[in-house]
């Protein structure tokens, strides 16, 4: 279903933001206050204001308050980020997306009632290092403390292997959620289905297991 987004900010993270949902087939309306800004999304936001998100009259002009996903991407003042932040909760945009920049800008955010707070500088910077140690790594999402999601590269000790033969789940704690081979993708594998030297696994576990499965996979 088509969902409409507000994305207040423009610099790279809200213009990949915009760009990525447009590719997936939704509305965006984009607003900085900075007018050369627009021109970087002018092919994929479906709107595009020049505007102060700190500034009630603008917003409610452009009818953002009919929105139900709002993202605020603007970086570096902090001060203005929060005050847009809080005309959005106080116009009741039920679903606020706020790029944080630190801890205290975090807590505020919080008290403020945002709904969802990103660190993408910090979140990219976790994930690249897991790639720099492994080379087997593809990607990593971290799900808690706890728990992660990664994608491992079959070696060739389970080449040729069913998932009974090698006996993931029992030995290393950690399930795999899907079985990729080059474009075909097989969503919760069945117990005979085969693993190839190079399929690209996508594993769910402790931190911990997924470490240990990791280091023989
Ligand atoms: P990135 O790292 O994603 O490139 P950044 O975190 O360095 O961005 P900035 O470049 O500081 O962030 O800000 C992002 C955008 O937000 C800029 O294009 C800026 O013009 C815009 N912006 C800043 N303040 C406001 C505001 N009050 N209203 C609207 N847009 C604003
Ligand atoms: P991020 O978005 O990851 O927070 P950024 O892309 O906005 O970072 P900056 O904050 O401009 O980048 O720079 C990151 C760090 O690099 C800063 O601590 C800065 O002091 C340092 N830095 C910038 N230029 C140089 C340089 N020429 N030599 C050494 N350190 C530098
Ligand atoms: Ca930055």
Redesign the pocket.
Known sequence: MKKQFVI???????VSVCSELHELGHEVMA????ED?LNEVTDVATHSAI????DEKSLRGLGVRNFDHVIV?????IQ?SIL?TLLLKEMDIPDVWVKAQNYYHHKVLDKIGADHIIHPEHDMGHRIAQHLVSDKVLDYIELSDEYSIVEIVVSSSFHNKTLLETDIRAKYGVTILAIKRNEHVNISPMPDDKLFHKDVLVVVGRKKDLKRFESIS
Request: aromatic share 4%.
């Open positions: 207040i900010g423009l610099g790279r993270f809200g607003i900085d206050m900075n800004k505007a102060d998100g700190t991407a603007i970086g570096d003042n203005a847009c």
